[in-house]
């Protein structure tokens, strides 16, 4: 009979594939939507496979669920898997006293989702080198560790932990130093450093085939910066500056002594010009200069006056004498006059408008911080999340934002071939959430899985890390009571 030739054959053919035996895999993510970054969509019913550190394969799930078997199942069902989290600006410090209390700020970040940090260097530089290569051989636990070492600064600057340059000569040999220390970046700020000597080190820095960020001097253009080479802009407000009108004729002015900072700054609040602005960011683009804002810190610092955070719960997962470094803010904000008051709030607002302007120049954005020690309120790993949503309510796309903060940070180390995207090759970190990030960005923040490396941190165990981190403060707190 026909119709039982035809079912017989059936049963032939598939007789093969379910003898043949699956392969073995350490994890096996179930039905889960796959968030496509890059694209903007998602795509529903998704098994994904991974062997130690990395993807190895991704499909639809009944075809990935018959060729694989693993040691470790995790169900994503109704959940949607995005890459890990970058947060491409964080500091750690405070002083060698602080080393244990920053330390144990790693597993926060990974309790939130966040798979790779990059240090924008503080004053325990040799500490954050020290954990990078622990994280990495997996002595210590944290997200994935990419800092600058110690910064490239002046003489006697007033920030710690730096490498102080006089000369050209100083800034060859700090160059090799950093290289020596195989840091991932190099980070230069200018609180004593000679503006020719920062677009020298910047020049080296990148000969020496490393990426260059820092605060741009204010009798530099960020023209002049670009042409050098720096690879980033951090904190929006170097973004405002470029498209101020006068901005380089404000630098030389500074530069040559012809006029004050305070006469330069009322220049450039007032000068701000959209054209101007779209000229240099698309300058940026051309570049590839990215820019990472760290709005949560900016916004969070124009608040102080009207947002009492002495009750924040965060404040649980910070030790007494980080929280202490968050003190001296909270203080200028009490004593600052109502015309101070309003400048801060019309400075965010101010920044805040530059963002969309980037996007729309074609300017990469990264997502960061500026969390750490001094920053008050900024905290690690929840604010990245705030960032994120900030990004969004000043005219970014929930996708854009998302990019920022999977993409824009590969991008810039050139890793983007091993991390931001959920694909075969790619390296084991995501994170499955419970809603959809694409919908509202909100749903960073509703973190039910990390898996950082090949390792499974559902729910609960991301628990256990957040209730050591509180009771190791609770610990702290009540030895400094003594
Ligand atoms: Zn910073």
Do not use: C
């Amino acid at each position: 009979m026909k119709i039982v030739r035809i079912a017989m054959s059936a049963a032939v053919m598939l007789l093969p594939f379910q003898a043949m035996a699956r392969e073995q895999a350490d994890v096996l993510i179930r039905h889960a939507t796959v968030v496509d970054v890059e694209h903007a969509r998602t795509i529903p019913d998704q098994a994904v496979v991974t062997r130690g550190d990395r993807i190895v394969a991704v499909g639809d799930d009944a075809q990935i669920a018959k060729a694989w078997r693993a040691r470790r199942q995790v169900e994503g069902k109704g959940r949607f898997l995005i890459p890990g989290l970058w947060d491409m600006h964080v500091h750690f410090g405070g002083g060698p006293a602080l080393i244990e209390e920053n330390k144990a700020l790693l597993p926060l970040y990974v309790a939130y989702g966040i798979t790779t940090i990059r240090d924008a260097s503080g004053d325990l530089p040799y500490d954050v080198l020290k954990w990078r290569g622990e994280i990495a051989s997996g002595a210590l636990f944290g997200p994935t560790l990419l800092s600058s070492g110690p910064k490239i600064e002046g003489i006697k600057p007033v920030w710690k932990g730096t490498l102080e340059t006089g000369s050209e000569a100083d800034v060859d040999a700090a160059v090799a130093k950093l290289v020596d220390l195989k840091v991932d970046f190099v980070k230069i700020t200018d609180s004593t450093l000679k503006p020719d000597l920062f677009l020298y080190a910047v020049r080296r820095v990148r000969a020496a085939g490393l990426q260059v960020s820092g605060h741009i001097p204010a009798a530099i253009s960020i023209g002049q910066a670009v042409d050098a080479g720096i690879s980033s802009i951090e904190h929006l407000s170097y973004a405002y500056n470029a498209g101020v009108k006068d901005e380089a004729q404000i630098a030389a002015d500074i530069a040559a002594g012809r006029i004050s900072r305070g006469e330069a700054r009322t220049r450039i609040d007032a000068g701000f010009d959209e054209a101007t602005a779209m000229q240099a960011y698309r300058n940026l683009r051309d570049h590839n200069v990215f820019v990472t804002p760290t709005l949560n810190i900016i916004r969070t610092l124009a608040y102080l006056d009207s947002e009492d955070h002495s009750k924040d719960p965060f404040l649980a997962y910070i030790g007494p004498g980080l929280r202490a470094t968050y003190q001296w803010r909270v203080e200028r904000a009490a004593n600052a006059t109502p015309e101070q008051i309003e400048a801060r709030h019309r400075g965010y607002q101010r920044d805040a408008a530059v963002l969309p302007l980037l996007e729309k120049a074609g300017v990469t954005i990264m997502a960061g911080t500026d969390a750490g020690f001094l920053n008050s309120f900024d905290y690690p790993a929840l604010g990245l999340h705030q960032e994120l949503a900030l990004y969004v309510q000043n005219g970014l796309t929930p996708a854009q934002a998302l990019t920022a903060a999977t993409r824009a940070g590969p991008a810039w180390f050139g890793k983007l071939d091993r991390y931001g995207s959920v694909e075969t090759g790619k390296q084991a970190d995501m994170v499955l959430l419970d809603r959809n990030p694409l919908e509202d960005i909100g749903a960073t923040q509703t973190v039910n899985t990390v898996i950082l490396r090949g390792a499974v941190q559902d729910r609960a165990a991301l628990n256990r890390l957040l209730a050591e981190a509180r009771a190791k403060v609770a610990r702290w707190d009540a030895s400094a009571a003594k």
